[in-house]
């Protein structure tokens, strides 16, 4: 009994979502606790390593389901989750009730229907009192900021556009995005990475990707100034969206992982009252490797530019946007995006 409580658990904890689709976890069942490990043998020769905030936030997603499943189902369970130790367990939950209700109808639950939405979102303004439940989710450690003025919305527009240019200049973000885009029947049905279907992409940017899947290829039509296009395509629906939301922390692997339950709080409950969501990362990566000092020498000055001008614009002192999101209202709802069959 204990283990289908455990397998309903990590389903709810696989269900999170992760760069790419990329899904850098795993679980096990292991003295009577589900154990949460970050997969490091596939961290291992990706550009989003361990301690890269990208891994962190999708750690912490895969707990704030666990916790939320929990929850709804009334089942006591005591968890921690700290950085990961060498071996990569990074989390643990226990169940505590000798029985519980037998009622655990996944599709009942918002954090089963959670999805990004990449598609444009209709004209329509957000309530206050909406925005403002969002936003009341903030923590002490993080916190949800939202842009809604035409000139904040359309710095941020300026700030990615910078950022996702310099994301298709270089070698190693690029390789990963080669891996994870899938284009065959047989690379999506291995159930990672993203399904190119899924993007949204017009006729002529699928065809980019797909031609320039591999760095050799890019770099050439980079040539071109190809990664101009793209990046003008990644900002697209950005200028007409009603509300961008930031999530802002203090530096460190702590403050990442709670990043991350708290982006992934504020998605169930957007998705949940009728809200779009799609995330954006291009900024936070550039700025995050800024610090790392491992941006290419001529790509260099301009984002140091930028994040000087983040910092100035949002006035943020040791703090760091580690991710940011586009949210609206859209009429359509995309297809929920596949995930690897839980094997606890
Ligand atoms: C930390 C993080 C960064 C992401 N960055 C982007 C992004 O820059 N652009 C985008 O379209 N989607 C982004 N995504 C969305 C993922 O691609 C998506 O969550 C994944 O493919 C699973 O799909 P789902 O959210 O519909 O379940 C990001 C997700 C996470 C967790």
Redesign the pocket.
């Given at each position: 009994m204990q283990n289908s409580i455990y397998s309903y658990l990590a389903k709810a904890g696989q269900r999170a979502?992760?760069?790419?689709?990329m899904q850098p976890w795993f679980f096990h069942e292991k003295n009577n606790q589900l154990v949460l490990y970050m997969d490091l043998e596939k961290l291992e020769d990706s550009y989003f390593n361990r301690e890269h905030p990208?891994t962190l936030?999708?750690v912490g997603?895969v707990v704030e389901n666990i916790i939320q499943a929990a929850q709804l189902n009334e089942i006591d369970l005591e968890f921690d989750y700290f950085p990961p130790q060498d071996s990569g367990k990074c989390a643990f939950f226990q169940v505590k009730n000798k029985s519980f209700k037998r009622a655990m109808k996944a599709e009942r639950l918002a954090l089963f229907n959670?999805?990004?939405n990449?598609l444009p979102f209709i004209k329509k303004a957000i309530p206050q009192n909406i925005l403002d439940e969002l936003l009341n989710l903030s923590t002490a450690n993080a916190q949800l900021v939202a842009y809604q003025s035409k000139e904040k919305i359309s710095l941020w527009s300026k700030w990615l556009y910078t950022a996702s240019q310099t994301r298709f200049r270089t070698p190693n973000i690029h390789q990963w995005f080669e891996q994870t885009l899938k284009v065959t029947p047989e690379e999506v049905a291995t159930r990672e990475g993203?399904d190119i279907k899924l993007l949204e992409l017009s006729a002529i940017v699928s065809l980019i990707l797909k031609t320039a899947q591999a760095w050799k290829k890019m770099s050439l039509c980079n040539k071109f100034y190809i990664y101009k296009l793209l990046a003008k395509f990644e900002i697209l629906n950005i200028n007409a969206a009603p509300a961008l939301i930031g999530i802002i922390a203090s530096p460190g692997i702590p403050f990442a992982i709670e990043s991350g339950r708290l982006?992934e709080k504020m998605w169930i409950k957007a998705n949940e009252l009728g809200l779009s969501v799609?995330?954006?990362?291009?900024v936070s990566d550039q700025v995050y490797r800024l610090k790392k000092g491992i941006i290419s020498s001529s790509l260099e000055e301009s984002i140091a530019h930028l994040d000087n001008e983040i910092n100035t614009a949002l006035k943020l002192k040791n703090a760091f946007v580690y991710?940011l999101f586009r949210v609206g209202y859209c009429d359509k709802n995309p297809k929920?995006?596949l995930r690897h069959l839980v094997k606890i």
């Open positions: 979502p992760s760069a790419g689709n990208v936030l999708a997603a959670r999805r990004t990449r993203l982006m799609q995330p954006y990362y291009a991710i929920k995006s």
